[in-house]
């Protein structure tokens, strides 16, 4: 299995934390050099996804989607059948080496093409989706909603060459964080086949420790910020719909589960 985890070159607090963290578990990993808001970001933009020029995110969300889409082509090239991508702030779970150290616990299933398998809880409910699969002491599950953050995840080389040619097509507007597209946009549209590990393999420091978290996300502030300026503005814009809105979301939360971390 190859391992990858997304983490900038000179942020030694958060290297040393996923050392450790892997360490413990006895698993192999590779860092990959995050970008940040510079020239060389620029550069790159500007050579592998002009279209992101005129996103509307901010420098930081730009660096970290070129980030993981610099490493989706980098997976590609290698001719990776399946790799892994970790952000820096990750807790994994028990048992974890089981998953990570091989791919023999879903080569097996039917979804071995082109599929994301997402190996994070997030603090958001989800629907179970069909079909599910029973895997060692976990299941995997599909998705068919939205269940966002990008910390850890397995994309076969056909889904990354997928997702790459989906985000090429896209024109600025449209360009939303990684994770939007990736476990929303892209699952919603029925463009990327994405499955859900229960319970998940790993989760963000910030969310497992909460009050006490010591790697605070600059990312999700930076979000923040950007999020509340677009929803001041869709709110004068979206009152005919409201109505309908909330009851569909009243009867989705009656199914909806939370994926838990072990």
Same mark, same amino acid.
């Given at each position: 299995?190859?391992?990858? !985890?997304?983490? +900038?070159?000179?942020?030694?607090?958060?290297?040393?934390?996923?050392?450790?963290?892997?360490?413990?578990?006895?698993? &192999?990993?590779?860092?990959?050099?995050?970008?940040?808001?510079?020239?060389? +970001?620029?550069?790159?933009?500007?050579?592998? *996804?002009?279209?992101? %020029? /005129?996103?509307? *995110?901010?420098?930081?969300?730009?660096?970290?989607?070129?980030?993981?889409?610099?490493?989706?082509? %980098?997976?590609? #090239?290698?001719?990776?059948?399946?790799?892994? =991508?970790?952000? &820096?702030?990750?807790? +994994?779970? /028990?048992? @974890?080496?089981?998953?990570?150290?091989?791919?023999?616990?879903?080569?097996? *299933?039917? !979804?071995?093409?082109?599929?994301?398998?997402?190996?994070?809880?997030?603090?958001? %409910?989800? =629907?179970?989706?069909?079909?599910?699969?029973? !895997?060692?002491?976990?299941?995997?599950?599909? *998705?068919?909603? @939205?269940?966002?953050?990008?910390?850890?995840?397995?994309?076969? %080389?056909?889904?990354?060459?997928?997702? !790459?040619?989906?985000? $090429?097509?896209?024109?600025?507007?449209?360009? &939303?964080?990684?994770?939007?597209?990736?476990?929303?946009?892209?699952?919603?549209?029925?463009?990327?086949?994405?499955?859900?590990? #229960?319970?998940?393999?790993?989760?963000?420091?910030?969310?497992?420790?909460?009050?006490?978290?010591?790697?605070?996300?600059?990312?999700?502030?930076?979000?923040?910020?950007?999020?509340? $300026?677009?929803?001041?503005?869709?709110?004068?814009?979206?009152? +005919?719909?409201?109505?309908?809105?909330?009851?569909?979301?009243?009867?989705? $939360?009656?199914?909806?589960?939370?994926?838990?971390?072990?």
């Amino acid at each position: 299995m190859v391992n990858y !985890v997304i983490s +900038l070159k000179d942020s030694e607090k958060r290297r040393q934390h996923i050392i450790s963290e892997f360490k413990i578990h006895n698993i &192999d990993f590779a860092f990959f050099d995050a970008l940040y808001p510079s020239e060389i +970001l620029n550069e790159h933009i500007n050579n592998y *996804l002009p279209n992101l %020029k /005129e996103s509307s *995110l901010t420098e930081v969300e730009k660096a970290c989607f070129m980030s993981h889409y610099m490493l989706l082509l %980098k997976g590609i #090239n290698e001719n990776y059948d399946y790799f892994t =991508i970790f952000e &820096d702030d990750i807790i +994994l779970g /028990e048992n @974890s080496n089981k998953y990570l150290n091989n791919y023999d616990w879903f080569e097996h *299933l039917d !979804v071995r093409k082109e599929f994301i398998i997402k190996l994070e809880s997030f603090p958001k %409910k989800v =629907i179970k989706g069909t079909p599910r699969y029973s !895997v060692l002491d976990r299941e995997i599950f599909k *998705l068919n909603r @939205s269940y966002v953050g990008a910390a850890g995840y397995i994309i076969s %080389k056909r889904a990354a060459v997928k997702a !790459v040619e989906l985000i $090429k097509q896209l024109p600025p507007n449209s360009l &939303d964080a990684i994770d939007e597209l990736l476990f929303n946009h892209f699952i919603l549209n029925k463009e990327l086949t994405v499955f859900q590990l #229960n319970p998940a393999l790993c989760i963000q420091e910030r969310f497992y420790n909460n009050e006490v978290s010591v790697l605070p996300s600059y990312l999700e502030t930076d979000r923040a910020i950007r999020l509340k $300026k677009i929803g001041e503005y869709r709110k004068k814009k979206n009152i +005919l719909n409201s109505i309908a809105k909330e009851f569909r979301r009243f009867v989705e $939360k009656i199914r909806r589960r939370t994926v838990e971390f072990k």
